[in-house]
C-alpha cells in the first residue's frame, strides 16, 4: 500500500503530551466522547473507522512537529475513547 493512500486519523495535542508519546511513555491517547471524536471514530453506519496511522501535531501552527505513529484501534469507556498508539513510524 502506498503511503498516500494510509488513512491517518490527525489529533492536534499539547508538548507535554508530544514529548511523552515520542519518548515511548505514552501509549494511549485519550477523547472525551464527543460529536466531534464520534464524527472521527465511527462512519455514518455506526461502524469503526479504520485508520492505518496517527498523526500527532503539536499545536496548531503550520510548522508546529509532527510525529507519526501506527494506529492500534481504540475502546470506549467512562465516556472516553482510549486511542491506542502504536509504534512511531517517522
Known amino acids: 500500500m502506498k503511503t498516500k493512500d494510509l488513512k491517518k486519523l490527525k489529533i492536534v495535542i499539547k508538548g507535554e503530551w508530544f514529548d511523552l508519546i515520542l519518548s515511548g511513555k505514552k501509549k494511549v491517547e485519550y477523547r472525551e466522547q464527543s460529536d466531534f471524536w464520534v464524527s472521527r471514530l465511527y462512519d455514518e453506519n455506526d461502524k469503526k ?28 469507556k467512562s465516556g472516553l475513547f482510549n486511542i491506542r498508539i502504536g509504534k512511531i513510524i517517522k
Open 49 to 76: 473507522r479504520k485508520y492505518d496511522q496517527i498523526e500527532f501535531i503539536n499545536g496548531y501552527n503550520k510548522n508546529a512537529r509532527r510525529l507519526l505513529t501506527k494506529y492500534e484501534g481504540f475502546s470506549s
